[in-house]
């Protein structure tokens, strides 16, 4: 089966500009995940989907990110504006089950450069 | 809250030697899942190994297994025969039963040295 698609792979932004990011899940997989990973961190959770519904944005910063994922299916995140602190790699990943031993699959990932 | 702490930033092993990754979790639940990922430079995620807090026995998937002890809440990962494929960050994580939401530990940066 084809894996999570995102793009675009790099970005740079200047500060206060707006910058947008979009993730194709696995075929049938219901729950969508966009993480953000800070150089030499973890990912840390931003917003998590359960088909078109928002399940968990407690860790977005709605003052500047919001994101959708409409019919279901695709996603975009988008920053604006942006800040220095946003450089990071944003990972989506998407996964069937919405319970029990849930297996997430992650994207590539994009790659976002603030000066 | 759930956190996941790992310890070591950095290790590094021989090829074909074994190398063990240390994980602990703090949580109050009784029924969640752990996972190990593998994040090569191309950073895509990658499964390597899960275990079920409700089973006793120790995860395997080939060369990687895990040594998991509920009480001390500790997860550590054993990689035999270390190959060079094997070089990458490894993250340890966390999820609770019906959540899945997946928290992550800093990382392990494991190098394989020929």
């Known amino acids: 089966e084809a894996g999570v698609a995102q793009s675009p792979r790099y970005k740079i932004i200047e500060k206060r500009q707006s910058v947008a990011f979009w993730c194709n899940p696995i075929s049938g997989h219901a729950t969508l995940y966009w993480y953000q990973q800070i150089l030499g961190q973890g990912p840390k959770l931003l917003i998590q989907f359960q088909n078109n519904g928002v399940v968990d944005d407690s860790q977005l910063p709605k003052d500047r990110f919001s994101a959708e994922r409409l019919k279901g299916v695709d996603s975009t995140l988008k920053i604006q504006p942006a800040k220095l602190e946003d450089s990071a790699v944003y990972l989506c990943?998407?996964?069937?089950?919405?319970?029990?031993?849930?297996?997430?699959?992650f994207g590539a990932g994009s790659r976002l450069t603030v000066l | 809250a759930q956190t996941v702490t790992q310890s070591q930033p950095e290790m590094s092993v021989q090829e074909a030697e074994t190398v063990t990754l240390s994980c602990t979790y703090d949580?109050?639940?009784?029924?969640?899942?752990l996972f190990w990922y593998k994040q090569p430079p191309s950073r895509q995620m990658i499964l390597v190994i899960r275990?079920?807090?409700?089973?006793?026995q120790n995860a395997t998937e080939n060369r990687f297994s895990v040594n998991f002890q509920k009480a001390a809440k500790s997860f550590s990962l054993k990689i035999s025969d270390s190959q060079l494929g094997d070089a990458a960050m490894y993250f340890c994580a966390y999820t609770v039963q019906g959540a899945q939401k997946l928290v992550f530990g800093q990382g392990t940066r494991l190098t394989i040295n020929p």
């Open positions: 990943a998407s996964s069937k089950r919405s319970t029990g031993a849930n297996v997430l699959t």
């Open positions: 949580t109050s639940e009784s029924d969640y899942y």
């Open positions: 275990q079920e807090a409700y089973k006793q």
